[in-house]
């Protein structure tokens, strides 16, 4: 199991991909998905912030 210090690094990692796209925001939520109970205010915070990043790439 991972700390929520390290997961939270990989998120960054994937959403600072200057590259990303829809593969890199599933990978992201797999990441919050499988390592963060649902009740998690670090999944929630993130998950929260991968939908708006997520919405954000679709508009352009």
Not at 22 to 34: P, R
Not at 38 to 53: F, G, I, K
């Amino acid at each position: 199991m991972l700390t929520e210090r390290t997961i939270e690094k990989m998120f960054r990692q994937l959403m600072n991909d200057p590259d990303r796209n829809e593969e890199t925001f599933e990978k992201a939520e797999q990441l919050l998905d499988d390592e963060l109970r649902a009740e998690s205010p670090l999944r929630h915070r993130l998950t929260v912030e991968l939908e708006e990043l997520r919405e954000s790439a679709a508009k352009t």
